[in-house]
């Protein structure tokens, strides 16, 4: 299986992108693992809300595959413990999905087309965060949900 983290836009800040590498390397001995970010949309401040959801919504409809298992990172998605993270990692990988996509969207959600996609929603807090932490937030996450599956001795309970 392969783990992808589908983002829009890309991380701006050099100091959070370096930690996301950290990660992406680390995840590299577990799991194949890959950050795709597609292009910022251009001429959002002649744009509503709801289309930009709507044209970023098309671009990560056109960036997934058939077959690819979807969560999206939405803050009303499930709250899990690192554990219950892991756990539903390998319930992924056990039923033999090629690709388990991770979606971060853009400022304002989701449109309902990515929502009538996805397979699941998960939140990693009732707070809001820049997108580029998200993103560090969530490598991390991975990483930590690995090595609980490998019985490695990264996370304490």
């Known amino acids: 299986m392969k783990i992808v983290l589908l983002t829009v836009g890309k991380t701006t800040a050099s100091h959070v992108a370096s930690g996301i590498n950290i990660y992406l390397e ?3 001995h577990y ?3 890959e950050m795709v970010s597609l292009p910022d949309l251009k001429g959002t401040a002649s744009m509503s809300e709801d289309q930009q959801k709507v044209r ?3 671009a990560i409809i056109g960036a997934l595959q058939p077959g690819d298992r979807v969560v ?6 499930d709250l899990l413990t690192s554990r219950k993270f ?3 990692i390998e319930q992924v990988m056990l039923a033999g ?3 388990l996509v991770y979606v971060v969207g853009g400022p304002y959600g989701f449109s309902q087309e990515v929502y009538a996609r996805a397979d699941a929603k998960l939140s990693l ?3 809001t965060f820049p997108h580029d932490l998200v993103r560090l937030l969530f490598v991390e996450q991975l990483y930590r949900a690995m ?3 490998r019985g490695e001795k990264y996370h304490h309970d």
Do not use: F, H, N, Q
Request: glycine share 12%.
């Open 26 to 28: 680390r995840l590299g």
């Open 72 to 77: 999206l990172l939405d803050e009303k998605g």
């Open 56 to 58: 970023e919504g098309a």
């Open 97 to 99: 999905v090629k690709r």
């Open 125 to 127: 807090s009732p707070m």
């Open 31 to 33: 799991v194949p693992t």
């Open 86 to 88: 892991a756990r539903s």
């Open 147 to 149: 090595t609980i599956l």
